[in-house]
Every structure is written in structure tokens, then in C-alpha cells.
């Protein structure tokens, strides 16, 4: 398979050639005004050409406008892209194709998948992309728009299904935790996908994101019973170690002296009051530790 790149193409300024052009045309009216007055005949075998030659250099004209090019192609074979924004003449042979350069986005549609996991998901992302080459979007794509299409949804599903839609360990990629990784991950794997295309992807972003709705109920019940989890563990973690500063504190500063099952009873205690959901009663022991 032949590589094609792009490349610059021959041209020369419009306004040249336009002032040549009106040369021509002047010089025909002169022939036909002469042919009138001298009743010469022959005068036809110059002007008959002429007129073909004016045709001719009349459909060479190109207007390329600023963000945008025109790949030329003659007789089947690739000469260049003008990329330079102007009035241009080329050869009027040329096949001229134009191929837009500005920035574009894809909305892909809502898209039913499964996860890491095997929930359905809907998932849906937002590409900005741009033609950085014109030639490979032309020669090496059948229709380089239809195949960003195609190419960004099945990027998409793959995404989707390589990564979970939530985790409880921080550190580990998601859908949901890490929209970040999850962007930077589907830019790579589009750029690598249509690199060939001469497309360049500026952004992606996932733009909706749900659990499907035959298990939302469900999964919203498992989100809810994790986070209450996520925080009883927080909440014993953080009255485990004020309970060991309060022991430690009464023994460094010598207040009180404890046996094991005082401090047990102790800690007991000091749990409850501090993991309880409900304001803890307090009750005042007015005789000895042990009464």
C-alpha cells in the first residue's frame, strides 16, 4: 500500500492569471473587430483556439477559505494540497477535493454496555477532533467523517467494558471516580485509532454516564449500603484511636490506675458513646470504681 502524506501542491496568485486572462479576451475582441473589417477568414484559426484556451484557463480558478484546503488530483494520481488561504490557479486538469480543517465535535448517542463487572451501563462521550492531514483523510479512508464515527463509538464500548462504573478502593480507576483517567484513556485509544485517517483528537470527555434501568434501583441500594459501610468504618476507626489516646493520657498523667477489667469496661464505654447514632445518657457513679 502506498504511503500518501500531505504534501504542498504547485498554484500561481488568481489575480495573475485573471489579468492575463483579460489580455486574452481583449486580444479575441481585436480579432473579431480586424476579421470584420478585412473580411480575412483566416483570422478563425487563431481565434477558434483562443477561445478553448480562455475555457481552458477560466476552470483552473480555486478559492480556498481560511481553515479549510483542496486536495488536487490529476489524471488519478496525487499532486498536493493547497493549504494557503486565497485566490489560487491551478491546473485546470485537477481534480479538486475540499477537506474541512476546522475543530468538530462528535456527541455520540447514549450507548448500552456492560462493565468490567457485566452491569449494564449507558454511557455516552463527547471527541473534538480536526483534520491534520488532508491527504490521508481523502486516499486512505473511504469517508474519514462516517469513520470517526464508527471508530469513536466502538472506542466507547471498549472503554466501558475495560473499566468498572464505581469501586469503594480509592486508587483503582473507575467510570465514576476517576473521569480523568477515563478521558485520557479514551483520547489515546482514539488518536492510535484514527491516526490513519490524518485526524488529530483534541479532547474527549465522557458526557453521560448511568447504571441501565433495569438495575438502577438495585445498584443505587448497593451505593448507599457501601457509603454507610464506608462510614461505620471511618467512624470506629476514629473512636479506636481516641479511645487508646484517652488510655494512654490517664496512664502517662498517672489519674488513675486501671486494672484490665476496668479497662475494658472503660473502652466499652467510650465506644458507645462515641460510634452511637442516639445522644448517650450519661451516668454519674457516685461511689468507687468497683461498686
Keep these: ?40 477568414v483566416m483570422i ?22 481560511p481553515n479549510s484546503s483542496r486536495v488536487l488530483i ?43 463487572h457485566g452491569n449494564p451501563i449507558e454511557i455516552g462521550a463527547v471527541v473534538v477532533w480536526r483534520v491534520f492531514d488532508s491527504a490521508k483523510a481523502v486516499f486512505d479512508v473511504e469517508n474519514y467523517e462516517q469513520f470517526v464515527d464508527i471508530q469513536s463509538e466502538t472506542a466507547i464500548r471498549t472503554l466501558a467494558s475495560e473499566y468498572p462504573y464505581d469501586v469503594t478502593e480509592e486508587d ?46 438495585a445498584m443505587l441500594r448497593r451505593q448507599q449500603a457501601q457509603a454507610i459501610i464506608a462510614a461505620r468504618q471511618k467512624i470506629v476507626e476514629g473512636a479506636v484511636g481516641m479511645v487508646e489516646m484517652a488510655l494512654n493520657m490517664l496512664s502517662e498523667q498517672k489519674i488513675v490506675t486501671l486494672d484490665e477489667d476496668k479497662k475494658a469496661t472503660m473502652v466499652n464505654n467510650l465506644m458507645v458513646a462515641l460510634v452511637s447514632e442516639s445522644e448517650v445518657q450519661p451516668v454519674i457513679n457516685t461511689g468507687t470504681l468497683y461498686q
Excluded at 500500500?1 to 501542491?9: N, V
Excluded at 491551478?90 to 454496555?113: A, E, G, M, W, Y
Excluded at 484513556?185 to 454516564?209: C, F, M, W, Y
Design 74 to 116: 490529476l489524471f488519478g494520481k496525487y499532486t498536493g494540497v493547497i493549504r494557503d488561504s486565497g485566490f489560487w490557479w491551478v491546473n485546470p486538469f485537477t481534480i479538486r477535493k475540499k477537506v474541512s480543517l476546522r475543530i468538530r465535535n462528535f456527541n455520540s448517542q447514549k450507548i448500552k454496555v456492560n462493565d468490567l
Design 172 to 217: 483503582t480507576p473507575s467510570l465514576r471516580g476517576t473521569p480523568q483517567v477515563i478521558a485520557e484513556s479514551l483520547k489515546n485509544t482514539l488518536q492510535t485509532r484514527l491516526e490513519v485517517a490524518g485526524v488529530d483528537i483534541l479532547e474527549s470527555r465522557i458526557s453521560h454516564l448511568a447504571y441501565a434501568q433495569e438495575i438502577a434501583q
Design 44 to 65: 478563425l484559426w487563431v481565434f477558434i483556439p483562443m477561445i478553448f484556451v480562455i475555457i481552458l484557463i477560466a476552470s483552473g480558478f480555486a478559492v480556498v477559505q
Design 1 to 40: 500500500m502506498e504511503k500518501i502524506s500531505e504534501k504542498p501542491a504547485s498554484k500561481i496568485n488568481g489575480f495573475v492569471v485573471v489579468f492575463i486572462l483579460i489580455a486574452l479576451i481583449a486580444l479575441e475582441v481585436y480579432l473579431i473587430v480586424l476579421m470584420a473589417n478585412t473580411e480575412n
